[in-house]
């Protein structure tokens, strides 16, 4: 069984493309709903995030504070190291068990925001990069988010460029108008299964 990861930029479409997979009978393994239940749910971490942070990072009913959190760290890259040394060690030991229930499969995704960036797209076999336009990600994600262009521009550019993320992938989806993403993957869906024999 091969394990493969997927990535793209904001607003690319990687939610689409992996219910897409999913369709097809592929296992998909979100790394950031992963992230998110461990941040609200493992004691460990919120102490750790409380250590850093303060209390007032999460509600009284426990929950995480997701739009502070990010304020704190959207341009502190040492607060947002520290925060990914604390939350990414462990959401790849929960794919690491998820994985083991998984051994009749072809292959598994594992989807993550910063898998290119956070230098684990090395430990899987296979990456795939979803591509989309820049116009059409920032019309997506401003509509999705009811946030501004401005902001959603900020986001991608804290993001590493698609230029350097086609360098480090083995297949490249394209999710702009002009080209329907489905018949692109089913054919890898073929290509991915075929390398599994």
Not at 9 to 26: N, P, Q, R, W
Request: charged content about 30%; overall charge negative.
């Amino acid at each position: 069984m091969k394990k493969i990861g997927i990535t793209g930029g904001i607003g690319s479409g990687k939610s689409t493309a992996c219910e897409i997979f999913k369709l097809l009978g592929v296992s998909v393994f979100h790394a950031d709903d992963e992230a998110k239940n461990l941040q609200n749910n493992n004691l460990q971490i919120k102490n750790h995030l409380i250590e850093l942070f303060g209390e007032h990072l999460y509600s009284e009913d426990g929950l995480l504070d997701r739009k502070m959190l990010a304020g704190l760290i959207f341009n502190d890259t040492k607060a947002l190291a520290k925060v990914n040394a604390i939350i990414h060690p462990a959401v790849r030991q929960n794919f690491l068990k998820w994985v083991e229930n998984k051994q009749n499969d072809n292959y598994v995704l594992y989807e993550a925001a910063i898998l290119l960036e956070s230098g684990y797209s090395v430990d899987f076999d296979r990456n795939i990069l979803i591509l989309a336009d820049e116009k059409i990600r920032i019309e997506r994600v401003m509509k999705r988010d009811s946030i501004s262009e401005e902001l959603v521009k900020e986001r991608i550019k804290n993001q590493m460029s698609d230029s350097e993320k086609i360098n480090l992938v083995d297949y490249v989806l394209e999710n702009s108008n002009d080209k329907l993403l489905i018949p692109q993957i089913i054919a890898l869906d073929k290509v991915i299964r075929e390398d599994c024999k």
